[in-house]
Each structure stands twice: as C-alpha cells, then as structure tokens.
C-alpha cells in the first residue's frame, strides 16, 4: 500500500494517560525508529522509471524525503476547501502547461539517447512501411471517389510521409504512428456531401478552417492537461466498441469498391474484380499464418513471409492481370496524379486560400473541428497508450500532452496544404513495439522483454513514405487495381476484428452451454450476463455505424464518447461485480485495471486471483485475450518465430 494510502486510513489511538502519551512520544522520536520510519517512506514512495537529472527538475520536484513533523502536519484529517483557484496551483488539475512542461524537459535530457541504430531497427522500419503504406492507399482509392478528387493518392501518401516526419523529430513518444485513419475518411466524406450539396462552398477551404480550429482545440486540450481527467475514465467497453467499429468499417469500404467495380467496369471484369479482392484477402491471411507452417521452412523465412504477407499477396493480384487474356480485361486502377500536384485537376499547388471563405462559414467550420478534435485526441492517447504498455518494458518516460498539441500543429498544417490530416493509427503503433521487442541482460544474467526506444525506424519508414510523392514511385501504385484495394481492406478488417475480444465472446454466445467452461470459480454462475454484455456492444456499435449513414454521420465519435459516463453509471446496475470483473476494466491506466476495486471478490474455493487479473479483456490495446485458460495470440502480424529469433 503506498504512503499516501497509509496516510489516508491512519486512526488515532485514544491516549489513557500522559506516561502513555509520553512512551509513544519517545517511541516516534527514537533515532531507530525513525531511520526506519524514513526507510518506510523511501520503499513506499513511487520511484521515476527514467529519472530527469536535477538540473532539469522544476520547482514541484521535492529532492529530499519529508520530515517526521511535516508527515505529522499532512496527516491532519481535516479536508480542505475546495476553490477554483486550487485547479490553477502547480499540481492543480487546469494548471497552464503542467503536462507539457513535464514531459518537455524529460524528453529533452534524453533526446540523444534516441538515435541508436542496428539490424532490428532497420528491420522495424521496413514492416512499418508495408503497414503504413499499403492502407493508407487503400483509403485514398475510397477518398478519391467520395470528395470527388479533392482527397487523393498523392495527398494521402504526403500527410503520412510529412506527419511522421515531424512525429519522428519533434514528439515526446516517437513510437506512436501517424496515419489516414478509416474514422476520418467518413468525416471528410460526410463533410463534402455538406459543401457541395447543401452549403454549395468550395470544400478544401471549409475543410482547412475545420483543421485550424482543431488545431488550437487540441492545444489547449494539451495546455490545460486534458488527459488527466478525461482517458482514465474510458473502459474497454468503450474501446472494444471502437476497435468492432473500425473492423465494420474496413468490410464497408470493401464492399464499396465492389459496387463501383460493377458500376463502371463490364460484367466479365466485375467477376475478376470479386476474384481478385476475394484472393488478395486469402492469400494474405493464409501468408499471415506462416509462423504456424513448422518445420516448413526456416524459421526466418516464415517470419519474413508472415510479417510481409499483405504486400506480397499485393504484388501477386498485381501481377496477375498483366498475364495472358486478362491484360484486355477494362479494369479500374487506382487513380494517381502523373506528377508533382494535387489530384483535382484544377489545383496546382499544394496550398488553399482559405481566407477566402465567407466569415459565416469560417465560424460554421467550428462545429465539425469539434467532432475532428475529439476523434483525433481519442485516437491519438490510446494510439499512444497501446504503443507503451507495461509489457513492453518502456523506461523512458510516457508522454500524452506535448504529442496532442504537436498533432494539433500537424493538423492545421495539412488543413492549409490542403491534406488529410493524420493522426494516431492502431494497430500500426502496438505493431511498432512488437518489431522492436527484444532481449536485455543485465549483469546478473537475469533475461528482460524490452523495446529499443528510438527514433529511427519511425523516420527512415516516414521518408520512405515520402519518396512515393515522386512521379516514378507514384505511377508504380498506379498499377494497382481497386479490387486489390478492396481486398486489402477485408484483410485489415480481418487483423483488427481478431484482437478484438467481442469475437471471442461471439463465439461463445454461438456455443452450447455445455461446452463452455464453468465459471462458478469466479463467481459467475452462467454465461447469461456476460452474453448482454456483448449484445449491449454489438447493439451500441450497429447505432454508431447506423448513424454513419445519416446526416448526423460526422457526429459519430461524439456519441462514442457519450457512451463512457452512460456506461460507468449503468453498468453497475445491470451487470453484478463478478460479470465486470471478468470483462471490464480500465483501459487507461497503470497497476489495478478493476473497474471498481472498492467492491472486494469474497473468497472462493479454487479461484486463482492471479490468473484472473491477468489482463483480461483487455486485448483490444494489449493484443491478447485469455480462452479456455491458454493465452490466444492476437496479433497475427507479429510472428512467434521472431521471439525465438531475438531470445
């Protein structure tokens, strides 16, 4: 129990008489006693997992231990007023650049640490670029043809390209990854629809205002420390429901393509277009699987071909139509600028005079830069919070308001260069702890699972990003057919539906009763809560998705968000302590994840507390679920094999 806690639950005995008041006197001053009091404090105090050296510690940073006396005077029981003005002191909640300052001056005292470089690293950086990449084109081919080439290739591959450059050089977490994201393209699609056919005003200028005010949205969520008070109240409830969302939305844009396929394309084309979106998707999926093809194969080989799987099944579903009668076929290909500019063909430059917008509108923009702020500041924390997890051994320090208020700058930029503007990608950033894992020994021989923090393989897969702006590399993604992309986009469905732990408890609604295991041990007598817990998810994800379809559609994350206070205070009424116990908990936060660890489990005959608090459902940001008692891997992109490569 930490210090503060002890504080908290002191009770004063009640003194009979003064010689008894005088031996506890003489028993707290006593030199012993209170050497080990100080050593009490010291073991019990939080330690930094990266300490700052002293010429970098600020005002707020006690360098000795309290006193006996000053302990003594913090114990007093008597609460203290709460005033407005305590929110702005140095450790209040809305102090100015509370966060920001802290972070600042600890990245800073290490930043040189971050450009070390070996074979890992460089190996990082190619899978990061596969993993950008490829989806990020997948999402322009749909951007094109919905903000009617406003959004294109071209623009797609320099917001990613630009944005993690400056991630890669600036950010105080250089392992989380920016990218286009599925959620955003809705947003840009939903928001062109508005331009052009109800408000009749050009889009790329709404869209920069709509960036520029979500620009200093995000930084004063940055500068007031938003995330104190605002992500560690977000459960898996609500990012598992995110997580499905994203899945329905990769299987959406597939089925998408396949209809303007069918639109544009004659009959015999359309059939190859299903054969070759439905191809690219096995392929990859069955060369996802490569680790489990032993002893086919050195163990090298099954990892490169499991961790490279969607670029080659690409390369292979791109090459096919070149062969034989299938080269006559009038298929579509994805569609990309022939040099240097922006994909409408009445832009020249990559700029937008956005000044020229009537000054109703500019203020009108306010209302979905609120939308795209909430998004993107959601997307980003738990981008960043998957990237540094506890298994991964992080032992620089975290960071979340100085990366929210850089991401606020990239935004506006992309606005103004008339760009979609990135933002934190999953599961690419987990992804990008994954490739980096490896062994450290320490002088004792004693093995530690770790991550090499570094700033390289974020910046050398960015300028790779950036070469393809350039007309030789941009004609080469020209060849790709959009039923490539659209099986791509069932693939990146798949990968993210399979870390999601709402499959597994599907599969476990479709199993009979009997053949699931009993969980009396953890005070569960039937599956039945457990199952409307899930139905409550997949009901509250089939809405948001509803919506996308309506003209409230940009609103979508909102009521995402809406749905985090809704649930902390209906859950407890609807599902007993145990059924939480076993599917909930919080997703933002370090050491106990219980969702209410005031209500204490009672003590069952067999039940493994251990085991139970391990993780549990919270596969969605750590990988991994827990069935049947043996650990599933989630992540199919990450192979065994390179485990036993780095081991």
């Known amino acids: 129990m930490s210090h503060s806690t002890n504080r908290e639950n002191l009770t004063v005995p009640r003194i ?34 990266f300490p700052m050296p002293p010429s970098q ?240 194969f050195h163990r090298y080989v099954r990892m490169a071909i499991s961790e490279y799987a969607a670029a080659i099944s690409i390369i292979i579903f791109i090459a096919m139509p070149q062969i034989g009668e299938l080269k006559h076929l009038d298929k579509q290909t994805l569609n990309v600028s022939k040099s240097f500019k922006p994909s409408h063909p009445e832009r020249s430059v990559f700029f937008v005079e956005f000044w020229k917008l009537d000054i109703a509108y500019i203020f009108a923009a306010m209302i979905p830069a609120l939308i795209v702020t909430t998004l993107y500041f959601f997307d980003v924390e738990v981008s960043t919070i998957c990237a540094t997890l506890p298994r991964y051994n992080i032992k620089k320090p975290r960071a979340y308001a100085w990366d929210v208020m850089l991401l606020g700058v990239t935004t506006g930029l992309c606005g103004i260069l008339g760009i979609p503007p990135a933002n934190g990608l999953l599961p690419q950033a987990p992804l990008h702890s994954e490739s980096l894992l490896h062994d450290e020994v320490d002088e004792k021989g004693n093995k530690t699972r770790t991550v090499y923090e570094q700033r390289w393989s974020h910046l050398l897969h960015a300028l790779g990003i950036m070469a393809f702006v350039s007309p030789p590399f941009m004609h080469v993604l020209g060849l790709t057919p959009t039923s490539v992309l659209a099986g791509l986009f069932l693939f990146m469905g798949e990968q993210s539906l399979s870390v999601n732990p709402i499959l597994h408890r599907i599969f476990d609604i479709l199993t009979p009763p009997s053949e699931l295991p009993n969980l009396s041990k953890e005070g569960i007598k039937n599956y039945w809560g457990i199952h409307m817990y899930t139905v409550a998810q997949l009901v509250i994800t089939g809405i948001v998705f509803g919506v996308t379809f309506t003209p409230a559609a940009p609103s979508f994350p909102i009521i995402i968000i809406l749905f985090v206070p809704i649930h902390l205070k209906l859950s407890p009424r609807l599902w007993s302590k145990y059924v939480l116990d076993k599917v909930d908990s919080w997703a933002c936060r370090e050491g106990d994840l219980r969702l209410y660890p005031e209500l204490e489990m009672p003590a069952i005959e067999g039940r493994d507390d251990d085991k139970d608090d391990e993780t549990k459902d919270t596969a969605m940001i750590e990988g991994r679920a827990k069935d049947d008692g043996e650990e599933v891997q989630q992540l199919k992109k990450r192979s065994p094999s390179c485990e036993e490569k780095r081991a």
Not at 20 to 34: G, K, V
Not at 78 to 101: C, E
Not at 215 to 231: E, K, P, R, S
């Open 16 to 49: 009979e008489n003064d010689s008894s008041r005088s031996s506890s006197r003489t028993a707290i001053n006593s030199p012993r006693n209170l050497s080990q009091s100080r050593d009490q404090f010291n073991s019990s105090s939080p330690k930094e997992e």
């Open 57 to 296: 510690w600020g005002d707020d940073v006690p360098t000795s231990p309290p006193s006996m006396d000053e302990e003594m005077q913090t114990s007093s029981p008597t609460p203290q007023k709460f005033t407005i003005s305590s929110l702005f002191k140095p450790s209040g909640a809305l102090r100015p650049f509370r966060l920001m300052k802290k972070e600042f001056r600890a990245r800073l005292a290490i930043y040189h640490t971050d450009w070390h470089f070996n074979q890992l690293i460089l190996a990082s950086a190619v899978f990061l670029f596969f993993t950008n990449l490829l989806p990020g084109i997948t999402f322009a081919s749909d951007l094109n043809a919905l903000t009617g080439s406003n959004y294109g290739t071209i623009e797609v591959v320099f917001s990613t390209g630009l944005c993690g450059v400056i991630f890669a050089l600036f950010s105080a977490q250089p392992l989380t990854i920016l990218g286009v994201t599925g959620p955003f393209s809705i947003l840009a699609e939903r928001i062109y629809e508005l331009c052009i056919h109800n408000l009749h005003i050009p889009y790329l200028p709404f869209m920069a205002w709509t960036c520029i005010h979500s620009m200093w949205m995000l930084i004063l969520l940055a500068v007031f420390n938003a995330h104190d008070y605002t992500m560690k109240y977000v459960t898996t409830f609500s990012t598992e429901i995110f997580s499905l969302l994203n899945s329905v939305i990769y299987f959406h844009k597939a089925v998408q393509e396949l209809q303007r396929n069918h639109e544009k394309v004659s009959f015999a084309s359309f059939l190859y277009s299903v054969i070759g979106c439905i191809g690219t998707f096995l392929v990859a999926v069955f060369l996802a699987n490569a680790n489990n093809w032993a002893p086919l």
